[in-house]
């Protein structure tokens, strides 16, 4: 019943409440490793956006980009696990790739993703999320260090990369902030 409830939240969500703000975002490149931050202020508390971004089930919920996406058990070390397929076209090339590996939570404080390059299309691929309060908003730091095993054109990457985020991100953070909104009424 819950999960109906934060379904049907979700979808009224946007049209009302979607208030999330890029505040800046960063590309570059460096000895083939691509790092991406961001920085968002979100109208959710931080323990709804934590749990959001802990939950890969919910990724493709926001994510134009994520077409699969779930939780996996936990590793011999007790750590969860995550696996998911993701699809980017810029101009004209188009390419699947996937991640997978562990996650390592500090509740309602900060979440860290790192892939298994024996099992996923990165060399490297760390991600975070550290969220704090922010005079009655949350503030989101992002960051993403990856190294593809794909080519992608090293002088035009980190441009045409943040291009691209620029362009979905958007449109991703209020669906984002929509489902931690909705997860927030469905706990009161």
């Not at 961001?38 to 980009?65: G, H, M």
């Not at 900060?110 to 299309?121: L, Q, T, Y």
Request: glycine fraction near 2%; include cysteine; charge should be negative.
């Amino acid at each position: 019943m819950k999960s109906v409830l934060l379904a049907a939240l979700t979808c009224c969500l946007p049209l009302v409440a979607a208030a999330a703000e890029l505040q800046s975002i960063e590309v570059s490149r460096t000895d083939g490793v691509y790092h991406v931050r961001s920085e968002v202020l979100f109208e959710a508390s931080r323990q709804s956006l934590y749990e959001v971004f802990a939950d890969w089930d919910l990724s493709t919920q926001f994510s134009s980009i994520v077409v699969e996406s779930r939780n996996e058990a936990a590793d011999d070390d007790g750590r969860p696990q995550y696996y998911s397929r993701l699809e980017a076209c810029v101009i004209l090339f188009c390419r699947s790739f996937e991640r997978n590996g562990y996650i390592e939570l500090q509740p309602f404080t900060s979440i860290r993703s790192v892939a298994n390059p024996d099992s996923s299309d990165f060399h490297i691929a760390e991600e975070s999320w550290l969220l704090s309060d922010d005079k009655g908003a949350t503030k989101v730091i992002y960051e993403l260090s990856a190294k593809p095993k794909f080519w992608i054109p090293p002088v035009i990457g980190p441009f045409i990369i943040k291009r691209k985020l620029e362009k979905s991100t958007i449109d991703a953070l209020q669906r984002m902030e929509s489902i931690a909104q909705a997860k927030m009424l469905a706990d009161e």
